[in-house]
Each structure stands twice: as structure tokens, then as C-alpha cells.
């Protein structure tokens, strides 16, 4: 068996991750050789250089603030390494609020196959319209305008609830308005929040690698956010490890008071 430097481990992990805590220190102690094969493994996609170390901070807090995660201790961790990497706050609210339209996900899938049933059903009508108004072609115009794209997931929402698609518009686009980071950046949280392994919404995915390849990005930068993400499989072990190691104590303290009783 490899003998490793601990402290070298540590110094490489911190230096890939940006943050070291109580999972990570159980890790490198109960399993080192494994925990030096994640370490090469979070140091592959910054060792690109594609990423800036301020972006990956962004784009790990995106993946842990999404509504379908929302680990708060992670969270800390990616603003703090995100502040310390040169990120400003209001580029750290942006990411928040580029990630929260995570939420309309419960309309892009639930609203088609409610479509569907009621197609099936010879019930269409009371979908709407079979054709935009003046009113519901203007929001679709402004939706376009203000996001710069459309997808046929909208179709059936605007069509039966155009108030609601209205306000989603406004709510989604304000970052397009007010945000500072560019509109390939912001695609790039899209891209997060769609590819993190706890959504993985692949048609959302699509649209917006579309999109940030529209604004510029190149394939090795979406490669490498990909790999970046992928990294975040590592916390089930660490986090294994933590849970382990306590339960390892406890039941040693409890060990002891039996042999003194």
C-alpha cells in the first residue's frame, strides 16, 4: 500500500475544493489512498484552466443552493470560497437567483403531460386557445426578448395560464436586467443546476448547452463544468466517513464504560 503525505493531501484538496471540514478530515483519516484518488480527481478539471477558481466556487454553489439539494453547510462553503476566489456579492446573489428558477420545472414536466391526458381525453379545450391571442403572443415575444430563447415546453403553460407565465417571465428575466455576470456565464448555472445529479432535467440541459454555445462558450468549457459537477459524487463518501467515525467513537466510549462497570 501507497504510504501518502496527509498534509500534502490536504493542502491539494483545499487548494481544488476551497474548503476543508469535519467529512473531509474523517475521510483522509479512515481511507487515504481513497481519499487521494478524489483529490486527483477535484484537481482534474481546475488543472484545465478553463474554469477560473471564482467560477467554480459559482458554479459548486449553484449545484448546492438549487432547490432540489439546498445543503445548506455547502452552501457557506461555496460563498465563502466564491468571496475569497474575488467573487463580489452581488455576483454570489445572482447565481442564487439565476438558480431559482429551478422551481418551474414542476410546470415544464407536469404541465405537457397534463396536456397529454387531456388530448387523450378529447378534453384540449380546456387547455385555451388552440391559438395565441394578442395578449399571449406578446408575452411570448417578451419571454424571447428578455431570455433569448423559446422552447416548446412553454407552449402548453402560456396557453392555459398566461397570467402565471406572465410573472415567471418577469421573475426569471430579472437577473437578464440587473446581473453582472455575462450571458454565457449565466447559461453556465443553468447548465449546473439542470446537470446536477440530484435534477438532471435533460431537456432543460439541452436547450441551455445550446444557449451558452450561442453565447460563446466553447465545448472544453462545458466539458470541463460537466467534470466539475461530477466531482460532487465525492461528499457521499466523505460524509460516510464523518457519520463512521463518530459512531466509531461512541461506540468505543461505550466500550469503555461496560469494561469499567
Wanted: aromatic content about 8%.
Amino acid at each position: 500500500m501507497v504510504t501518502h503525505d496527509r498534509t500534502e493531501l490536504k493542502n491539494r484538496f483545499m487548494a481544488a475544493r476551497g474548503y476543508w471540514d469535519a467529512g473531509s478530515e474523517a475521510l483522509l483519516e479512515l481511507d487515504a489512498e481513497f481519499f487521494a484518488c478524489a483529490v486527483r480527481l477535484a484537481e482534474a478539471p481546475i488543472a484545465s484552466g478553463m474554469l477560473s477558481s471564482k467560477l467554480c466556487a459559482l458554479l459548486r454553489l449553484a449545484f448546492d443552493v438549487s432547490v432540489t439539494h439546498l445543503d445548506d453547510e455547502a452552501v457557506q462553503q461555496d460563498i465563502a470560497h466564491a468571496l475569497q476566489s474575488g467573487a463580489s456579492r452581488e455576483e454570489v446573489l445572482e447565481v442564487c437567483h439565476l438558480s431559482a428558477v429551478l422551481g418551474i420545472h414542476s410546470c415544464s414536466v407536469g404541465v405537457p403531460m397534463l396536456a397529454e391526458e387531456l388530448r387523450a381525453l378529447g378534453r384540449e379545450g380546456e387547455l385555451g386557445p388552440a391559438q395565441n391571442d394578442a395578449r399571449r403572443e406578446q408575452i411570448k415575444q417578451d419571454f424571447v426578448r428578455q431570455r433569448g430563447y423559446w422552447s416548446p415546453l412553454w407552449d402548453d403553460l402560456l396557453r392555459s395560464s398566461p397570467d402565471f407565465f406572465e410573472a415567471y417571465t418577469a421573475y426569471s428575466s430579472h437577473p437578464w436586467f440587473t446581473g453582472v455576470l455575462e450571458p454565457k456565464v449565466k447559461e453556465f448555472v443553468y447548465i449546473a443546476i439542470d446537470a446536477a445529479t440530484h435534477h438532471l432535467f435533460e431537456p432543460g440541459l439541452r436547450i441551455h448547452i445550446r444557449n451558452a454555445l450561442g453565447h460563446g462558450a466553447s465545448p472544453a468549457e462545458i466539458m470541463t463544468l460537466l467534470q466539475l459537477l461530477s466531482v460532487e459524487g465525492l461528499r457521499s463518501s466523505s460524509l460516510g466517513a464523518r457519520v463512521l467515525r463518530v459512531s466509531g467513537r461512541l461506540e468505543s466510549d461505550q466500550t469503555n464504560l461496560g469494561d469499567k462497570a
